[in-house]
């Protein structure tokens, strides 16, 4: 008696298979998410306190360049602040993960190792993302509005979401690097600078030169100018290459972060404990 060999299942593709956990991990982000909604609606509410305490505390004595409202300069700064602050949470979840074993488990696991780098780069998006829509509502409460078209704004939106997903990347990068919960405040350290020394609330004009020089080709001043160009919001009107080409510039610079700190990242990921 003959009989015929079921078909073997085709192995699951790579790709597919580096989506399916990597979706697994930032359900699991969520579920993490569930347990603590205080420490979530903090972290979309501290962002607004920024907002509204550089509108109405300090606003009134600021002066933009060229003439305008200063509420439709500083919004479109503060967005682009919130997409490159925060990333000490992302590298407090991963330093955790470390100590407590908990990535050493994962990559004994037959899943896609990228997954849990990219899983985690998800749920933070996810996050960026609320916290975003958040900022352009209390943004709008506030008197400020947008003078493009929707293509334009959501253009906008783009270039600020994918600021968020370079900066995360470096996060992920510095977690991994720092290894403890202890170090990450030190190294959070680094990050403010590139926020503060920007034109998120002023224009580099108003700098000492070397300082406005610096400021002028800051990753987040790129995005903050491209904000303004898009929303049709009163900018800095230097005469600089980085001032005349913000969209540019908000577009390069994300991709080399990306391109630098993602391979770093996995590459560390990769050596945990080699």
């Known amino acids: 008696m003959t009989t015929t060999a079921s078909p073997i299942a085709p192995p699951m593709g790579r790709?597919?298979?580096?989506?399916?956990?990597?979706v697994t991990m930032t359900r699991r982000g969520l579920a993490h998410w569930a347990r603590r909604p205080g420490t979530v609606a903090t972290g979309l509410?501290?962002?607004?306190?920024m907002l509204v305490m550089f509108a109405y505390?300090?606003?009134?004595?600021m002066a933009v360049p060229g003439g305008g409202?200063?509420?439709e300069f500083l919004v479109?700064?503060?967005?682009?602040?919130?997409?490159?602050?925060?990333?000490?949470a992302t590298m407090v979840a991963l330093t955790q993960d470390i100590n407590r074993g908990v990535l050493d488990r994962f990559r004994s696991m037959p899943i896609a190792p990228s997954s849990v780098l990219v899983g985690r780069s998800l749920l933070d998006m996810l996050e960026s993302a609320a916290s975003?829509?958040?900022?352009?509502?209390?943004?709008?409460a506030i008197g400020w509005r947008w003078h493009g078209g929707l293509a334009e704004a959501l253009a906008a939106v783009g270039l600020l979401l994918l600021l968020r997903f370079a900066m995360l990347w470096v996060g992920i990068y510095l977690g991994l690097v720092a290894g403890r919960p202890e170090m990450v405040q030190t190294v959070q350290i680094l990050v403010w600078p590139v926020g503060f020394l920007s034109n998120a609330f002023t224009s580099p004009d108003t700098m000492p030169r070397w300082m406005g020089a610096v400021a002028e080709w800051n990753p987040m001043s790129a995005t903050a100018g491209a904000a303004r160009e898009l929303f049709g919001n009163h900018g800095w009107t230097g005469d600089s290459w980085a001032a005349t080409h913000p969209v540019l510039l908000a577009v390069v610079w994300p991709l080399v972060l990306l391109a630098l700190c993602a391979p770093l990242a996995m590459r560390r990921f990769s050596r945990l404990n080699d």
């Open 15 to 22: 790709l597919t298979r580096a989506v399916t956990d990597s």
């Open 45 to 49: 509410l501290f962002p607004v306190m």
């Open 57 to 61: 505390f300090l606003g009134g004595g």
């Open 69 to 71: 409202d200063y509420t």
């Open 76 to 88: 479109p700064g503060m967005l682009a602040l919130t997409m490159a602050f925060g990333l000490e």
């Open 132 to 140: 975003l829509l958040v900022m352009i509502c209390a943004g709008l």
